[in-house]
């Protein structure tokens, strides 16, 4: 995908920039992947006796003590390639956030998904009260998958996009 992205940059550069803007937005291009990719694989979730602790690839992270930690479930979301399963936990103040690193896919699989998971779930009802624990309700978000979500935006941006040139025309 990235090489298709490149040939496409270098045709319309090529024909409209010249060859040094061509090197500079192939350039821009492979230094924000790399940044994307270098965060990718420094972001990770830990789990123990503190709560969980979430890093984005930034910084040391922010732990989540147990007591804020209200339910740890795993999302599943449909498309074309497969499913993909990621873990999440919802805080006291009704926030969701996801668990990097904790997820499987067709495309990344993780054989030990089921363990890892199990074993973040085991330490959470180890160290809250019963009580604490509750299932949030389903929000919109958690009804709609991503493809149906990108389908209504694009057909929004549609007919905006008409609607401004036929206001201008």
Known sequence: MLGVLFAAQAALAASQLGVVGLCWLL????????????VALRSWTTVGAAG???????GRGR?????DIRWI?????????????AARITLADGRRRSLPGLHHSNLYPAPEFDV???????????STDRAARFQPPKRMRDRVSPTVAGIVLGILISVAVVAVVAVQS
Not at 27 to 38: P, R, Y
Not at 63 to 67: F, L, Y
Request: glycine content about 12%; some cysteine.
């Open 27 to 38: 350039g821009g291009t492979a230094a924000l992947a790399g940044l994307g990719f270098s």
């Open 63 to 67: 732990t989540h003590p147990w007591q």
């Open 116 to 126: 890892d998971f199990r074993r973040a779930v085991n330490w959470w009802e180890l």
């Open 52 to 58: 969980i602790t979430i890093c984005w690839g930034t």
């Open 73 to 85: 479930d795993v999302r599943e979301t449909k498309s074309q390639y497969g499913t993909v399963r």
